[in-house]
């Protein structure tokens, strides 16, 4: 079993920075594929970045660029470096791990496990 808890999240200007940590307990997530998944008021969740158990990483067109995922396996912690902001960022951003050490072709159709609460990001402009 795995819990995931979200932090970082808050108000910022368009153009500004954040960064969304990710702590995990209970099993280990050193090999685990982790991913950040955001949703906007009215839209479908969305996958924006993904990292496999290897290291391998993946964006959403929409991040790639001015997003940046990192993982500190000794803290179990996942990161998300989330640059240059627009207001179209704004969304409750979730983090979600899976068992899966390799990551798929279609990694933003992988059905994660395990799931977070949430930690909402504003962007205004």
């Known amino acids: 079993q795995v819990r995931l808890a979200e932090s970082g999240g808050g108000s910022v200007q368009a153009g500004g920075s954040l960064r969304l940590s990710c702590a995990s307990s209970?099993?280990?997530?050193?090999?685990?594929?982790m991913a950040w998944f955001r949703q906007a008021p009215g839209k479908e969740r969305e996958a924006v970045a993904v990292?496999?158990?290897?290291?391998?990483?993946a964006y959403a067109d929409s991040v790639q660029g001015r997003f940046i995922i990192s993982k500190d396996n000794p803290k179990y912690t996942l990161y998300l470096e989330m640059n240059s902001l627009k207001p179209e960022d704004t969304a409750i951003y979730y983090c979600?791990?899976?068992?899966?050490?390799?990551?798929?072709?279609?990694?933003?159709?992988?059905?994660?496990?395990?799931w977070g609460q949430g930690t909402q990001v504003t962007v205004s402009s």
């Open positions: 209970g099993d280990s997530t050193s090999t685990y594929s």
């Open positions: 990292r496999g158990g290897d290291g391998t990483t």
């Open positions: 979600a791990a899976d068992q899966r050490f390799w990551l798929p072709p279609n990694w933003w159709s992988i059905d994660f496990r395990y």
